[in-house]
């Protein structure tokens, strides 16, 4: 009995996937699981990797713009050196020191220093420290 081998086929939905893969060069798991997963069948080319439950199929050479996208979508507040270690494992991408230190506490809320004085460089009347309030006692 002779077995021909099936041509693979890409159409409808895999093929709008493919193409937003090839031109964004990564795209996010979502209810594409199925759909991926056969392209990645087809093209070896196609990598997936997991971080926090994320998952992302991206493109063998697109890796460093994969794993910044998924930065991007880290909702943490703080983003440790050791974390975007491991991310950068996940996704086999070498990130030198300055990109890391752009990622480093991005995300971290910034609080607003305190004025205690007022526009002409005295102290305010109504600071809220304990200093503030023994240089006007005294």
């Not at 699981?33 to 997936?48: A, D, G, T």
């Not at 697109?62 to 050196?81: H, L, V, W, Y």
């Not at 991408?93 to 752009?102: G, R, S, Y």
């Amino acid at each position: 009995m002779i077995h021909h081998k099936k041509e693979p086929c890409i159409y409808g939905e895999t093929l709008k996937i493919l193409k937003q893969l090839l031109r964004d060069g990564y795209i996010y798991t979502g209810k594409n699981r199925n759909h991926l997963r056969y392209l990645q069948k087809i093209f070896p080319e196609i990598r997936r990797s997991q971080f926090k439950n994320k998952s992302i199929y991206y493109l063998k050479d697109k890796n460093k713009q994969a794993f910044k996208e998924m930065m991007k979508q880290d909702k943490s507040r703080i983003i440790t050196f050791q974390e975007l270690g491991r991310m950068s494992q996940v996704f086999n991408a070498n990130v030198d020191i300055k990109h890391k230190k752009a990622f480093i506490g991005r995300n971290r809320a910034k609080k607003p220093l305190k004025n205690c004085f007022s526009k002409d460089g005295s102290l305010r009347e109504n600071g809220g420290s304990l200093v503030d309030f023994c240089i006007r006692k005294y």
